[in-house]
């Protein structure tokens, strides 16, 4: 075990991994290559993709902190899982449309949600950009820990498929987002835009086509798009939400002191987080629930 990390917080670590995905640390390397992840409590057909997408983190970062090579292949064993519960349609028959067994992310990842995208309610299935983004860069750090570069090449074929589907207006001054598409990726769901979805493309997308081997400017006239949307964007950046505000701060640390969008996009988030944990400190007993609404 890496000597500067504390033997119970890795252990912590692993009791909420263990809550998701079951006594894996028990697994034999031999038994980790045919891992098969169980089904979540959530999720549609056992898979959800912003759950999996932190969770093939997780299970990277263990690797890192513990030096075992078994959670690096458990990590390429979830990659496996969710590209073929969540690269098919709902009833697990074919490849989304567009995608095939050789490009099997050519039709985009559905977001694994119980219900149907036709809902009533509104929060059926489909497929979200925020979602995706953060698998694409769960990908190409496996591709990082593992040297194996298909896997940052399975996220560029994936943003190459669904950026012309969530952006419009693409020759424009400042092209538009859509927040949620369907399932095919055909109609849009929720035709406003993401707080955050062009920040996340421009980043997540240099950061692919920095990793890629071939042609380094790949991805270059996406990363053109985002930062054209991203450029008007973030002058008006204000948030009171935790989750946000992490995801900001996250997001533009990947240029913070290089881009002057990022620097300053930080530093409004800081203030922000700042504000907000203030109010909550000072709040009266039982406003927290107000505040969070």
């Known amino acids: 075990m890496t000597a500067n990390v504390q033997p119970q917080l890795i252990s912590r670590f692993l009791r909420a991994m263990k809550s998701v995905y079951g006594p894996f640390d028990a697994?034999?390397?031999?038994?980790?290559t045919s891992w098969a992840p169980p089904p979540m409590a959530e999720g549609h057909r056992g898979r959800y993709l912003w759950t999996d997408a932190f969770g093939m983190l997780n299970l990277l970062t263990l690797g890192v902190l513990t030096s075992n090579a078994l959670y690096t292949t458990l990590a390429a064993r979830l990659v496996h899982s969710v590209h073929d519960t969540l690269g098919r349609t709902?009833?697990?028959?074919?490849?989304?449309?567009?995608a095939?067994?050789?490009?099997?992310?050519?039709?985009?990842?559905?977001?694994?949600?119980?219900?149907?995208?036709?809902d009533p309610g509104g929060d059926g299935d489909g497929q979200?950009?925020?979602?995706?983004?953060?698998?694409?860069?769960?990908?190409?750090?496996?591709?990082c820990a593992t040297?194996?570069?298909?896997?940052?090449?399975?996220?560029?074929?994936?943003?190459k498929a669904i950026h012309p589907r969530f952006v419009r207006d693409r020759d424009s001054e400042r092209p538009r987002m859509y927040?949620?598409?369907?399932?095919?990726?055909?109609?849009?769901?929720?035709?406003?835009e993401g707080n955050l979805d062009p920040i996340d493309g421009y980043v997540v997308f240099s950061l692919l086509q920095r990793s890629h081997e071939g042609d380094k400017n790949v991805l270059a006239q996406e990363i053109d798009e985002y930062r054209r949307i991203?450029?008007?964007?973030?002058?008006?950046?204000?948030?009171?939400?935790?989750?946000d505000l992490g995801m900001t701060l996250w997001t533009a640390h990947w240029f913070d002191g290089k881009e002057q969008w990022a620097t300053e996009l930080s530093r409004r988030a800081a203030t922000c987080l700042r504000k907000s944990t203030s109010v909550r400190r000072h709040a009266p007993r039982g406003a927290d629930a107000d505040i969070m609404a």
């Open 90 to 98: 709902r009833d697990g028959t074919a490849r989304l449309p567009g």
């Open 147 to 159: 040297g194996e570069r298909r896997y940052n090449d399975l996220a560029i074929e994936l943003a």
């Open 179 to 192: 927040w949620k598409m369907s399932i095919d990726l055909r109609t849009p769901i929720v035709r406003s």
């Open 230 to 243: 991203l450029e008007t964007k973030w002058r008006r950046y204000v948030s009171d939400d935790p989750l």
């Open 100 to 118: 095939s067994d050789e490009h099997p992310l050519a039709g985009g990842l559905r977001i694994g949600k119980e219900d149907e995208e036709d």
């Open 128 to 143: 979200y950009h925020h979602y995706l983004t953060i698998w694409m860069f769960a990908l190409n750090r496996v591709a």
């Open 27 to 32: 697994l034999k390397p031999i038994q980790a």
